[in-house]
């Protein structure tokens, strides 16, 4: 199976609170099911910025009050899946920050499985 990893707290936006795009500068040829993987770095100004963007966002305002404290993310494995199931250079979703969206549906948690990462879109073998 595919893994992308996604910073922290992006990756826990997409698989807890429905974040349906995310903002790469680079495309894809891949659609389908993908294993969403929290990158192990995230610093706090990261964090920070975050929770401005979705306090700045009448739309997402509400999310501010239900994102876990950074040191609670988890990070370094595999949190949830998602699937691509477009690319676009145009979206309107409060989430699309610019370059390209890759646009994402039916995101979901998974228990955490430590995993190192990888750039772009990497294999993982996942245990039975």
């Not at 040829?29 to 990158?39: D, N, P, Q, T």
Request: charged fraction near 25%; aromatic fraction near 10%.
């Amino acid at each position: 199976m595919k893994a992308l990893s996604i910073r922290q707290p992006w990756a826990w936006l997409i698989v807890n609170a429905h974040k349906d795009v995310e903002n790469r500068t680079w495309s894809t040829a891949h659609r389908g099911e993908f294993l969403v993987h929290a990158s192990k770095g995230m610093t706090a100004r990261e964090y920070q910025e975050a929770r401005r963007f979705l306090a700045t966002d009448h739309r997402l305002k509400h999310l501010v009050e239900i994102l876990p404290p950074a040191g609670e993310l988890e990070r370094g494995g595999i949190v949830g899946s998602a699937h691509l199931v477009e690319t676009d250079v145009q979206l309107w979703s409060p989430w699309y920050m610019g370059y390209i969206g890759f646009v994402l549906r039916d995101a979901k948690p998974l228990p955490f499985i430590p995993l190192k990462g990888a750039l772009g879109f990497f294999d993982v073998e996942l245990p039975q």
